[in-house]
């Protein structure tokens, strides 16, 4: 998958089938837009170009949401489904000021060339968010492209939407949050060298540091870890560790009967049951009994 970062950096595309979007999670609703725009390109043997935003229009205005995916696990999980170009908007000020009008025919005519457009039933565009499927509609005869709606995918009869998933995750419903998503909620990373001192008191861990401003869970987990191919079974800790002082979200995962060097390695960190908030202790003797507990609850959650 190509990936294109801002509108400057387009030459050459004659003609594209485009959905539009943040796409947080690529949750399963996500899938279902992405797919029949994946179908018609097809169709009309011309690419799937998918445009995100970075930041996101909330983050612009200073209404930032937790994030389901980084914007590499968001290229990635892209890719896997068969878009050909991933074009990465700067939201900033100027683009922010774009008419609804300009938009559609600055952008998505003159230098998007596009020829078939999927929407969610819900998405808008243009300053004041005054665009929408009835304009795109109105310019479609006029500009010579198809537009289509893709209506709310359901799920026990309820719209899915990264805001009920992000509810959910907080709520510590993995299984109904997976369901949503289609997948485990996981977070990736390269492992990092962290201050070394879960070592000090018998309990080694992996750090894998935090691609997004806001993470949307926080807390003690019990996870999967899949490093080189090969999966383990984990405790974690997602937050700023109070008890050290800690100052920036990291997620450091004890890794049950782990040994191998991971510095620098790609780690999948999947979240199964949360077993507690995380907490500030006064000592680090209290912190090191209560990683006992969670570790007893975790295996205990695995069985093992």
Known sequence: MEIIRGLHNLSGLKGCVITIGNFDGVHLGHQSIILRALEVSKSLNIPLLVMSFLPTPQAFFNKPKPSLSSFKEKHLMLEKIGVDKHLIVNFNLSFSEITAEDFINKILVNRLNIRHCIIGDDFRFGKNRKGGLKMLESCSSKHQFATESSSSILYNQKRISSSKIRRLLASGDFLQASKLLGRKFSIEGKVIHGNKKGRTIGFPTINVPIKRKISPILGVFAVTVEIDGQSHYGVCNLGKRPTIGGEHTLLEVYVFNFSKEAYGKDAKVI??????????????????????????????????
Do not use: H, P, V, W
């Open 271 to 304: 979240f199964n049951s949360k077993i507690r908030d995380e907490k500030k202790f006064e000592s680090f003797a209290d912190l090191k009994t209560q990683i006992e507990l969670d570790t007893k609850k975790a295996r205990d959650y695995f069985g093992i």
